[in-house]
C-alpha cells in the first residue's frame, strides 16, 4: 500500500491543488463573469400551509441558460411574494392573481409580470395583488385562494391555467407534491387529499452558496434532470405530463368539475375569471388538431360554460401575433411566457376590467 501510494504523490501532491484553483476560478467566473442564478429562499407558512419566500433575501438576479444569456430581476415582498410592492389593502377594488411560476414570473423582470403590468394600466381603479408559486397545480390554487379570500377579501379573482394544472392535480398522478394540495379521484368521488409539511433541507441552503453550485443545479438545469430521474420513471416528460390523453380524461373532467364547484360555491361573491395560456407549440408547428394541450384546454372551457364562469383564451391572440408577424411568447431556452406573453395576459384582462 505504501509502495502505491508513494507512485502516486506525485499525482495526488499536483492534482489536489490543480482542482482547488480550478474550482475557485470556476466560482469566480460563475459569481461575476457569467453569474449563476440566484432563487430566493422557501418558506413554508405552517399556519395556512402554503409555500412562500422568505423575506429575509429581498431580491436577487436569476439568469437562464448556459451564458446567462437571460437575466431578470426579482423581489420579494414583506408578505413572502414576488412582486415589487407590498400588499397594502386601499378603499380600492382588489384583483387577486393565483397561479404557478407563470404568476410567480422569474423569467422576467419582477415589473414586466402580467400582474404588474396589469396593476400599472388599472392604476387608480384597482389594487392588483399576485400570488405564485412554482410548480402549483390547479388544486393549490383552490387552497391559495380560499387563504387570499379570508386575508385580502378581494373583487375579482384571475387563476392562470397552464396545461400541466390538470394531471398534476390528481394525487394518484402526482406523488412529487405532497406540500400542496391535491385532489383525491376515487370512481365518482373527489375530495381535498391531506398537506403533507414541506421540509426545508438545510444541506441543500448550504450547498447553494455556491455560485458554481447554482449555476450547474440551475443553468445546466441538473436539479430538474434530478427530479425527473427520481419521479418521471425515467420518461421523458411532456409539456402536459401526460401520456395517454384519453386514459386520463375522467380523472381529468372529475377534478375540474370539483374545482369549478368548489370556487362557485365557496367564493359566490366574487368575480372569477380564468386566463387559459395557448397551446403555443402545436400552434408553432401547425398542429393544433392532434393537440394535447388544446384538448385539455377545450376541456376545461366546456366545464366553465356549464359553470357559467368567464374566461380569457389566449390562443386567438397568440395565434394572431404569430400569424401576423411570427412573434413567440416564450424564450427559446425556456418555456414559460416572455415579456411579449405577460403584456398580451395583461392586455386581455384590461379588456374585461376596464
Known amino acids: 500500500m505504501r509502495s502505491i501510494f508513494r507512485n502516486f504523490k506525485p499525482v495526488i501532491l499536483i492534482s489536489i491543488p490543480t482542482t482547488l484553483v480550478t474550482l475557485i476560478l470556476l466560482e469566480l467566473v460563475f459569481r461575476f463573469v457569467i453569474p449563476a442564478a440566484t432563487y430566493p429562499t422557501s418558506f413554508y407558512d405552517s399556519e395556512t400551509q402554503i409555500l412562500k419566500y422568505d423575506t429575509s433575501l429581498s431580491s436577487g438576479l436569476i439568469t437562464l441558460g ?10 420579494i ?25 407563470y404568476v410567480e ?45 379570508q386575508d ?30 391535491r385532489f383525491n379521484v376515487e370512481g365518482e368521488n373527489v375530495t381535498d387529499d391531506n398537506i403533507q409539511p414541506y421540509t426545508i433541507s438545510g444541506t441543500n441552503s448550504i450547498w447553494k452558496k455556491s455560485a458554481l453550485v447554482r449555476y450547474v443545479f440551475y443553468n445546466l438545469k441538473l436539479g430538474r434532470i434530478i427530479r425527473s430521474y427520481k419521479h418521471e420513471n425515467r420518461k421523458p ?26 370556487v362557485t360555491t365557496e367564493f359566490k361573491n ?8 395557448g397551446p403555443r407549440d402545436c400552434m408553432y408547428s401547425n398542429n393544433l388538431d392532434n393537440c394535447t394541450e388544446r384538448k385539455l ?19 386567438p391572440p397568440m395565434r394572431s401575433g404569430f400569424g401576423t408577424d411570427g412573434t413567440k411568447y416564450e424564450f427559446k431556452i425556456d418555456h414559460h411566457w416572455n415579456v411579449e406573453g405577460h403584456k398580451l395576459a395583461a392586455k386581455e384582462l384590461e379588456k374585461l376590467l376596464k
Open 66 to 75: 448556459t451564458n446567462a444569456s437571460i437575466r431578470t430581476q426579482w423581489n
Open 237 to 262: 416528460k411532456t409539456i402536459t405530463g401526460i401520456e395517454d390523453f384519453e386514459k386520463v380524461k375522467p380523472e381529468i373532467q372529475l377534478a375540474i368539475e370539483y374545482f369549478l364547484e368548489r
Open 152 to 181: 385580502y377579501q378581494p373583487k375579482v379573482m384571475v387563476f392562470t391555467i397552464i396545461s400541466n394544472d390538470f394531471l398534476e392535480s390528481v394525487s394518484a398522478h402526482n406523488n412529487r407534491q405532497p406540500y400542496y394540495l
Open 297 to 315: 384546454f377545450n376541456l376545461f372551457k366546456t366545464t366553465c360554460k356549464a359553470y357559467n364562469v368567464e374566461i380569457i383564451d389566449l390562443e
Open 77 to 101: 415582498n414583506a408578505q413572502g411574494w414576488n412582486n415589487s410592492y407590498d400588499y397594502i389593502r386601499s378603499d380600492k377594488p382588489l384583483v387577486a392573481v393565483i397561479g404557478d411560476s
Open 105 to 149: 414570473g422569474f423569467q422576467v423582470d419582477v415589473n414586466q409580470r402580467f400582474s404588474e403590468l396589469l396593476q400599472q394600466s388599472l392604476s387608480g381603479r384597482f389594487d392588483v395583488f399576485s400570488f405564485g408559486r412554482s410548480g402549483s397545480p390547479l388544486s393549490q390554487y383552490l387552497h391559495m385562494a380560499r387563504h387570499v379570500q
Open 270 to 277: 366574487t368575480r372569477i375569471l380564468f386566463l387559459l395560456d
